[in-house]
């Protein structure tokens, strides 16, 4: 009856034994699967991620070299159209040597030199041009000496901008600023005269005369466009008493 008992005991501890140890296996299994396919998840996410950086470090690449295309074509054209407004002043220069008194000329040369960022050059052009158009009639100045006159004192305020900067008001943009008075009195309507002269002012940060102008300017001028140009204008001043 003991050994029996005995023997009872030693197969069900040894059942238990393989039980367990079948379980252990199974679990061990699975877990290793779990870390197996947690491992390969992890290695598709990096090569996809990989992959997804190459295409985007490329598309990086492509813009940047479209960028760069986009912007030396950019640089040749400002270098061929600056070179055609040389050739063209050397043109009116020429003209110019055999006929000085030709007004037209020295308004086309002048517009040439601002074109090619040469103010100074600018200002003798059209000091010839409002000269030489200049009527006879004091009250009843040409469409082309008005011209000239709004150019001239464009021209002269860009030459002041270039130079170093001074405490007083330099005469020339005095003078700037009296042609533009001068012309806005045959011309009310003209826009840019008013939004020169206000830029005179509001570049000497003289923003109360600069608001002074535009306002002004805007009871004047009927356009709506050049209304919202003023207003536009108006918007960039800081708060003035």
């Known amino acids: 009856m003991t050994e029996l008992l005995y023997l009872w005991g030693f197969v069900g501890f040894f059942s238990m034994a393989v039980l367990l140890t079948r379980r252990l296996f199974f679990s061990l299994v699975l877990s290793l699967s779990l870390t197996l396919l947690t491992l ?12 997804a950086a190459l295409v985007s470090d490329w598309h990086q690449q492509q813009n940047r070299w479209y960028e760069s295309a986009a912007q030396e074509r950019q640089r040749q054209a400002t270098i061929a159209i600056r070179n055609q407004n040389k050739a063209f002043a050397a043109v009116f220069q020429s003209q110019l040597s055999v006929e000085p008194e030709e007004a037209l000329n020295w308004l086309r040369l002048g517009k040439l030199y601002l074109k090619l960022q040469m103010p100074e050059s600018a200002v003798s052009a059209f000091d010839h041009a409002h000269f030489l158009t200049k009527s006879t009639i004091i009250d009843a100045p040409s469409k082309q000496h008005l011209e000239a006159q709004l150019n001239l004192a464009v021209a002269i305020l860009l030459n002041i901008a270039q130079q170093t900067v001074v405490f007083e008001p330099p005469k020339r943009l005095l003078e700037a600023q009296n042609l533009l008075k001068d012309l806005l009195r045959f011309e009310p309507g003209n826009v840019n005269a008013w939004i020169v ?45």
Do not use: C, H
């Open 40 to 51: 390969l998840f992890f290695l598709l996410m990096q090569r996809i991620t990989g992959e």
């Open 197 to 241: 002269l206000g830029s005179s002012y509001f570049d000497q940060n003289d923003f109360n005369s600069a608001k002074k102008v535009w306002t002004k300017a805007l009871s004047i001028v009927d356009s709506p466009k050049d209304q919202a140009k003023l207003r536009s204008y108006l918007s960039q001043l800081p708060e003035t008493k």
